[in-house]
T-cell receptor, first 117, second 114 residues
Framework: AQSVTQLDSQVPVFEEAPVELRCNYS??????LFWYVQYPNQGLQLLLK??????LVKGINGFEAEFNKSQTSFHLRKPSVHISDTAEYFC???????????????FGKGTLLTVNP | DGGITQSPKYLFRKEGQNVTLSCEQN?????MYWYRQDPGQGLRLIYY???????QKGDIAEGYSVSREKKESFPLTVTSAQKNPTAFYLC?????????????FGEGSRLTVL
């Protein structure tokens, strides 16, 4: 089984400032990791994913995340945020193992990023 | 356009009534999922189906029912047994071509029980 902890429920920042949204996970098997974004009253959209290879992954809208196996973390970063980045961000994990574990994505509780002018 | 269609987007119902939320997809994905979202609680898995005519309970299945008679459709019924049905419901799909677990989401249905 997997679990995900998003360490901050809310992160307020000013426009053009850098931001980091923190995510830690636990799992008894190797994992795939994801960040999704949700704008108000909408579904979730994939920002980026880590499957294997380079631990630094780049996503849409200028976001990137770094997989740190020793710290079991997958923090999301953006060097300069815009007002339009205001949304809720979810970290998620799925197990690499077979038997259907790949089919169940476990989500964190979300981090609300608010970008102020 | 390929995608996932959830309907209705907003739904109001009286306490004690069953309601059915629709989820249709034309992505040809095998797996379909229903999640419930409440403020500050993230997404919780209600039911999922990996193949037609088969489905499994997720973490919070009590008070809900589903069917999977066609690959394209996975309707969710919120029954009167669900103690606190007011929530935002999200349908998602994945597939054998997405064994990494990546999911694709619909726009959601917001159910309010009066």
């Amino acid at each position: 089984a997997q679990s995900v902890t998003q360490l901050d429920s809310q992160v307020p920042v000013f426009e053009e400032a850098p931001v980091e949204l923190r995510c830690n996970y636990s799992s008894s098997v190797s994992v795939y990791l994801f960040w999704y974004v949700q704008y108000p009253n909408q579904g979730l959209q994939l920002l980026l994913k880590y499957l294997s290879g380079s631990t630094l992954v780049k996503g849409i809208n200028g976001f990137e995340a770094e997989f740190n196996k020793s710290q079991t973390s997958f923090h999301l970063r953006k060097p300069s945020v815009h007002i339009s980045d205001t949304a809720e961000y979810f970290c998620a994990v799925s197990g690499r193992g077979g038997g259907g574990s790949n089919y169940k994505l476990t989500f964190g509780k979300g981090t609300l990023l608010t970008v102020n002018p | 356009d390929g995608g996932i269609t959830q309907s209705p987007k907003y739904l109001f119902r009286k306490e004690g009534q069953n309601v059915t939320l629709s989820c249709e997809q034309n992505l040809n994905h095998d797996a379909m999922y229903w999640y419930r979202q409440d403020p500050g609680q993230g997404l919780r898995l209600i039911y999922y189906s990996q193949i037609v005519n088969d489905f499994q309970k997720g973490d919070i299945a009590e008070g809900y029912s589903v069917s999977r008679e066609k690959k394209e459709s996975f309707p969710l019924t919120v029954t009167s047994a669900q103690k606190n049905p007011t929530a935002f419901y999200l349908c998602a799909t994945g597939g054998w071509s997405h064994p990494t677990g990546e999911l694709f989401f619909g726009e959601g249905s917001r159910l309010t029980v009066l």
